[in-house]
């Protein structure tokens, strides 16, 4: 059944105040914004402008007029600022009109709205959450779905460059069934989400978030992205949302300088500016702001049943000198580059979230050595669930766009990730930004003439597939997209139509089969004893080889030739005797290979090879990955 707004509006009480003052608030958005009356006649206001000199709320309902609806401030000390507005109803614009100390005039949206008006247009919507949901059945099952032994494959995902019709953005229900329909078929596990929370530009991709608490609206009301994420539960997809915590935009109606002062950020530029994105930086000291953004990153999991917040630039939040130059930061207290102040932020967060929503995760894009960024805060780790495995997709790629003659002398880019691969619970990502800035496509990155660069790209991911921890692509990969990605029209889908394309999306859609059928593919992913090394050191025919393997011991050899040159008799040592089945080959006509192979089997010898007691002896492809396993485990 339909949720409806409380019977009574919320207020701001003793105990909001001595959590918002902790930074431990973690549901603000049950205390501040704009509250409907359940009967629809009138709301409650509340903001924190704690150095205002007055503070008025202007919308629809009374011509915009400051002196209307004038704010009192509460007496606890806390600078939030409250009001009942008989005529404001549901749907209409608003925003605070906030006189600074100084006299200054500033009018600001609601920091907590949960609706905007569609950009270029800047006021807040007064709105309500009401919905009612039908996905019971992956809440119950999500914790398993969602666990660390699970497959994982993720579709990254940018919702109005995806698909568009007559040029213009997709609503968000329109979005559910088709991008449900698309990611069931080639059997991703999640979706992620690049930011929906509400931007003033469009081409910051959501980046540059304004609204941390509403959906943007150009792709619809907070009511259809709720449909659109219980489309796809119902479906057995989850959700992850990209979310930024890191930096926030300047412009006028937003964050910075809300009320006269610098509230949100930092006051020296030296901490709240970031020199490389142009935005203003959270001052994560400041206990109220620890609260607001806490509160918006429960919020997408209490009310949207989001499954997992990917957090944004985590590098930048943890150095202060990140991007910049001697002089241009403040050393921490005990003179180090460290930002104290965020660990202790992101250690709250993650408390929060695991505490709150056990059964969801959070990711970090953290792209530094830093340690332990997925392991227990009571560890000494950061706390976060997953860690995007940045080194592994810069070697990697780095690997493969060398020309495959020149390969033999960087194999060790090929080898290197897994002297690490179990430091930190890894996400291996092929991601939006490995895709633009005149980085090419994907595809466009491998070597060769058009034969040689789809085997390439086949290739490396049914290795990636292979590789310890989950996987995550951006759109447009799956079917080799020859263009780079642009936020403006959509992806290249008349590529998909042909015989190549076509067949590359095949063996993503057959990769996730594979993965999602075998255990020995994600059940150990974070531990040693999920891998071994076959062969790592043929660099000389670019050859390498090495187990999956499940908890129950089942096992996947996996082997890849990554030169255009056919390897016949390569014998590689197994641990078991019997036929050994070929359950992938990216070589395979179906997927626009040439189909060379082993024609589908091979027997095992009794003959010792690299530690184990048999070999199979086996014809490899050119450019190619193959997965095999023993008939007896099939």
Request: hydrophobic share 40%.
């Amino acid at each position: 059944m339909p949720v409806t707004p409380p019977t009574s509006l919320p207020t701001f009480g003793e105990t909001d105040a001595y959590l918002f003052g902790e930074g431990t608030h973690a549901r603000l958005y049950e205390r501040l914004g704009g509250h409907v009356a359940a009967d629809g006649g009138g709301a409650r206001f509340a903001v924190w402008a704690p150095n205002a000199r007055s503070v008025s709320v202007i919308g629809d309902w009374n011509g915009w007029d400051p002196r209307a609806d004038l704010m009192l401030q509460h007496r606890d000390g806390t600078g939030v600022w409250q009001a009942d507005c008989e005529h404001a109803r549901r749907g209409n614009a608003y925003k605070y009109r906030i006189v600074s100390a100084r006299g200054r005039v500033l009018e600001k949206a609601d920091p907590v709205a949960l609706l905007a008006e569609p950009p270029p247009a800047t006021a807040s919507r007064l709105w309500s959450l009401e919905y009612g949901w039908g996905d019971d059945n992956w809440m119950r099952t999500r914790a398993e779905r969602n666990s660390l032994a699970a497959p994982m494959s993720i579709y990254e995902i940018h919702l109005g460059s995806w698909r568009r019709s007559d040029g213009q953005f997709p609503n968000y229900r329109e979005l559910a069934h088709s991008l449900a329909d698309y990611v069931v078929s080639l059997g991703f596990t999640h979706v992620e989400l690049m930011p929906v929370t509400e931007h003033p530009f469009y081409g910051s991709w959501g980046y540059q978030t304004t609204g941390y608490f509403a959906p943007t609206a150009r792709y619809g009301e907070p009511q259809d992205f709720m449909y659109f994420v219980d489309h796809l539960h119902q479906r057995g997809i989850g959700v992850v949302l990209d979310w930024v915590p890191s930096h926030f935009p300047t412009d006028a109606h937003g964050l910075a300088d809300f009320d006269g002062t610098h509230l949100y950020e930092h006051a020296d530029p030296r901490q709240g500016f970031h020199p490389e994105w142009n935005s203003a930086i959270f001052n994560y000291g400041r206990h109220e702001v620890r609260s607001f953004l806490i509160s918006s990153g429960l919020f997408w999991l209490d009310r949207y049943h989001v499954d997992g917040l990917r957090v944004d630039a985590v590098a930048s939040m943890l150095y202060l000198d990140y991007a910049r130059r001697g002089g241009e930061w403040v050393p921490n207290q005990r003179g180090g580059r460290e930002n104290l102040e965020a660990i202790s932020f992101l250690h709250e967060l993650n408390r929060a979230v695991y505490r709150e929503h056990p059964d969801t995760f959070t990711v970090a894009e953290e792209s530094t050595a830093w340690p332990q960024v997925s392991r227990p805060i009571e560890m000494g780790g950061l706390g976060f669930g997953l860690k995007w495995n940045m080194g592994w997709m810069h070697d990697t790629l780095a690997y493969m766009k060398e020309d495959p003659v020149h390969r033999r002398f960087h194999h060790h880019r090929l080898t290197f990730s897994m002297v690490y691969a179990f430091s930190e619970n890894f996400v291996l990502p092929l991601s939006h930004d490995e895709v633009v800035y005149g980085k090419g496509s994907l595809i466009g990155k491998m070597p060769g003439d058009a034969w040689q660069q789809f085997a390439n790209l086949r290739s490396l991911f049914a290795y990636m597939w292979a590789h310890p921890g989950k996987k995550l692509l951006f759109m447009g990969g799956e079917f080799a997209q020859y263009r780079e990605w642009t936020h403006e029209g959509q992806l290249e889908w008349q590529l998909a139509e042909l015989p190549e394309h076509r067949g590359m999306q095949h063996l993503v859609g057959e990769l996730n089969r594979v993965l999602r059928a075998e255990p020995a593919l994600h059940e150990l992913d974070f531990s040693a004893e999920g891998f071994e090394w076959i062969e790592p050191n043929d660099h000389v025919q670019s050859v390498i080889a090495f187990l999956r393997r499940a908890r129950n011991g089942e096992a996947v050899l996996v082997v890849s030739n990554l030169t255009p040159v056919p390897r016949q008799n390569c014998c590689l040592g197994v641990p078991t005797g019997g036929t050994w089945r070929e359950i992938l080959n990216s070589d395979a006509r179906p997927f626009g290979g040439a189909g060379w192979g082993n024609l589908g089997e091979v027997e095992a010898a009794p003959m010792r090879s690299h530690g184990h007691s048999h070999s199979l002896c086996l014809t490899l492809p050119p450019l190619s990955t193959l997965y095999l396993k023993a008939a007896a485990d099939v």
